[in-house]
């Protein structure tokens, strides 16, 4: 396929590398910031694509959204900070026929993991003994807390286990609430992403643990998942991939 990277951060050049692995040709590298070949996107650059993988800043997004509706090229999107547009982009891409996919996290590892999370707290849900929690960990450069990865593990868990009805990030001077899901965040270092679910018992303790070693997981599913959007049309999100990836 012939695809175009938007957003040439360390990102974009892993998803750079997987691309060529997986024997993909780079058409064009777009950057606002003057580190990729071209600076803006257009519709005739657009026209010659097979794809697009965007990691980029959500200065813009809309604008690029439109070409992308317009051109319907299958587009597949990890850029956030856009998502109280959502409703906007989902009609854009709806009226025009365009061929949409986003997500927050793209690691196959990690929606493995988030599935063994889910079927673990369903496993708990009717035994009161256990309580579960959540740890995050993250190098000390990244700019939020709690990750996008610890809030959808949160609500995998939600789902699967009733008894926990909301999620809780905040430090607690006091105890913690039975329906509540206590989620705690640590920044330092480089690590690059350590999420791990605690179910505990008097008896014992359970864990599930997922570990990133660096980006190359998270753009492997991004590429993977423009190769999937290859002949569809509509707005999907990555756990529409993944469900229709694993025949979950």
Request: with cysteine; charged share 30%; net charge negative.
């Amino acid at each position: 396929m012939n695809l175009i990277i938007t957003g040439y951060g360390r990102m974009g050049r892993e998803v750079e590398k997987i691309c060529l692995d997986r024997g993909h040709h780079i058409l064009s590298r777009i950057d606002k910031g003057g580190f990729g070949d071209r600076r803006e996107l257009s519709a005739e650059l657009l026209s010659q694509a097979d794809g697009v993988v965007e990691f980029a800043l959500a200065e813009g997004f809309e604008e690029n959204c439109r070409l992308y509706a317009e051109s319907g090229v299958p587009v597949v999107v990890g850029t956030t900070g856009w998502y109280d547009r959502i409703d906007t982009i989902a009609a854009m891409m709806k009226e025009k026929g365009g061929s949409f996919l986003y997500g927050s996290n793209f690691s196959i590892g990690a929606h493995i993991f988030f599935t063994l999370t889910e079927r673990a707290a369903e496993l708990i849900a009717r035994i009161p003994e256990y309580d579960i929690m959540v740890t995050e960990y993250h190098h000390r450069m990244k700019k939020d807390s709690p990750s996008g990865t610890a809030i959808t593990t949160g609500e995998r868990i939600l789902r699967g286990c009733p008894r926990k009805t909301r999620m809780q990030f905040d430090k607690l001077d006091r105890q913690i609430e039975d329906e509540e899901l206590h989620i705690a965040s640590v920044r330092g270092g480089h690590i690059p992403g350590i999420h791990r679910v605690y179910l505990d018992s008097p008896a014992d303790t359970i864990e599930v643990s997922h570990s990133a070693r660096d980006r190359s997981g998270f753009a492997l599913g991004a590429v993977m998942a423009v190769e999937w959007l290859q002949g569809k049309k509509g707005f999907f999100t990555v756990d529409d991939f993944i469900k229709d990836f694993f025949k979950l």
